[in-house]
């Protein structure tokens, strides 16, 4: 299904917590009504402090406060922050709480990983950062590099409509109060700028390759450059073949990947796609200067996406995530130089011929770990091929 497209929006782009999280309480701090927060993980660390903070004003203050975490990446949240939010007055729901127990199956993975915050229906928060300090990496090192975006204008209607939707749904199976709203019109909504910008989100009814249909359509179109950066890279046969297809008709294909271990088999994994990748002409980049957790995209200079998916089977096919595609090219201009600058200071390209020189146990590992994931995504009940061959 084509992405819908709203004119007169404004979007600014946030780079990492520095720019995201002041955005973020300031708009807070000013919510007249009501705010709802979707977040994958909400740490009680100095950055979640202080969001959680500027939540309990706003909530003593009268603002209806909703907050909805997931139940595996905040793991902690229903013990450590919602007894304070709740005392404040504000609402808070958990998004698949963990059972316990060692059993592994598909439902289990089926994880809120958007990131996603309306204050008033008059401004939303689109990305991939969580409510967590940058710095709060295993060892010391720069903050975390990731993005997200700040939405007014038009664009407001699908965002606020999906996320009063996955609030109603969780309050309905919670058995609690569910809320109700009137037809949401995109007219409602003032026009902010001159940006057209879709909303797009991944679920597991009516959209559930939404987000992969997005970037193929987008990359099936390429005539002069593709950009992607993604914290964790793992596509399926047909991703590639795009990728590759894009490549060979003379499409300048860059990746900007993990460079640092953070889940290791995913890591390796990761490495079994290379050869293959840069025999096609594609060049890899590996972030090194803290972990990358970026999902963004840069297309010929006017398409552009900033969300919460990652490039995987686990957000692809399974997790509930969310992203704003624009095409602007000023916006898609300032994306690419903040990526390019990462590339050229904080990242190590990788040659064709240095992957040709490494051990053989790197690429037995990398391969073992490729088909350990493909087996697990076949266990799951998944199309193999969204993992493919190599």
Known sequence: MPLRFYAGNEVELLESGAGYFPALIAAIDDAQREIHLQTYIFTRDATGAEVIRALVRA??????????????GGRDFEQTIAPELLAAGAQVLIYRREAGGLKFRRHRLRRLHRKVTVVDRSLAFVGGINIIDDLNNPTPMQPRFDYAVRVRGPVLAPIV???????????????????????????????????????????????????????????????????????????????????????????????LLQGRVEYRILHYATRALYERLLEKGVRIFEYQASFLHAKVGVIDGDWATVGSSNIDPFSLLLSR??????????????????????????????????????????????????GFLRRAMGLLGLDRRDVGTQ
């Open 321 to 370: 995530e969310a992203n704003l595609v624009v095409r602007d090219q000023a916006f898609a201009a300032r994306l690419r130089q903040s990526l390019q600058a990462a590339m050229q200071v904080d990242a190590r390209e990788l040659l064709h011929a240095d992957w040709l020189r490494s051990s053989r146990w790197e690429r037995w590992i990398s391969a073992l770990a490729y």
């Open 161 to 255: 409509v999906s996320t009063l939707r996955i609030w109603w749904l969780l309050a309905w199976a919670s058995l609690k109060a569910r809320p109700s709203w009137r037809e949401i019109d995109p007219a409602d909504f003032v026009r902010a700028g001159a940006v057209r910008a879709a909303f797009v989100v991944r679920d597991n009814l009516r959209n559930r390759r939404a987000i992969e249909e997005a970037y193929l359509d987008a990359i099936g179109g390429a005539r002069e450059e593709i950009l992607l950066a993604c914290a964790y890279f793992l596509p399926g046969r047909r991703f590639r073949t795009a990728l590759e297809r894009a490549a060979e008709r003379g499409v300048k294909v860059t990746l």
């Open 59 to 72: 909530a003593q203050r009268g603002v209806k406060v909703c907050v909805m975490v997931d139940g595996f």
